[in-house]
T-cell receptor
């Protein structure tokens, strides 16, 4: 069955380190999204992509970057992790604009 | 700026009763879509229902229905015959003209037996 997977499920890192969170989907969806979830804020959009080589900034993109070298993957990189980036990160994908988002299981990231 | 507002941080409902979760949105785009997702304590995001801005009728999916009032820019989720398993966070989301999807802060629903 097609799916969207995130790895790792849990990550602990130190401030200043570079961290990459993986997102892989097997639906061949063009649209992919990264969100962070914090209490009281819901899900906030970090970056999104409409296809290979396309990336766009979301609401809270500072300190994060993404790259889209193929359809299946959209890795999220924290260039220099900060304690404020401690959060749960969700990756999602959709086939087209009117389709629902399919979500991964999330990555709990702690920056100490 | 495009924004989703959910003014009810927490709601309680008696089992088997109906409950309405509020959602208002702000956009100047003529074309947009509205979604509702459920997040139980397990953390997964579950799609519930979708309404397009040009849809003439309110969307329904089983026990879920939308009270879509375009002029008021509101899309409230109605859950009929609440069940204990409906206890969860509920998020309203909007697809904008640039196809990005933004979420509201969520409403925590607790179903009381």
């Amino acid at each position: 069955d097609a799916e969207i997977t995130q790895s790792p499920r849990h990550k602990i890192t130190e401030t200043g380190r570079q961290v990459t969170l993986a997102c892989h989907q097997t639906w061949n969806h063009n649209n992919m999204f990264w969100y962070r979830q914090d209490l009281g804020h819901g899900l906030r959009l970090i970056h999104y992509s409409y296809g290979v080589q396309d990336t766009n900034k979301g609401e809270v993109s500072d300190g994060y970057s993404v790259s889209r070298s193929n359809t299946e993957d959209l890795p999220l990189t924290l260039e220099s992790a900060a304690s404020s980036q401690t959060s749960v990160y969700f990756c999602a994908s959709s086939r087209d604009r009117n389709e629902k988002l399919f979500f991964g299981s999330g990555t709990q990231l702690s920056v100490l | 700026a495009q924004k989703i507002t959910q003014t009810q941080p927490g709601m309680f409902v008696q089992e088997k009763e109906a409950v309405t979760l509020d959602c208002t949105y702000d956009t100047s785009d003529p074309s947009y879509g509205l979604f509702w997702y459920k997040q139980p304590s397990s953390g997964e995001m579950i799609f519930l229902i979708y309404q397009g801005s040009y849809d003439q009728q309110n969307a329904t999916e089983g026990r879920y229905s939308l009270n879509f009032q375009k002029a008021r820019k509101s899309s409230n989720l109605v859950i009929s015959a609440s069940q204990l398993g409906d206890s969860a966070m509920y998020f309203c989301a909007m697809r904008t003209s640039y196809d990005k999807v933004i979420f509201g802060p969520g409403t925590s629903l607790s179903v009381i037996p």
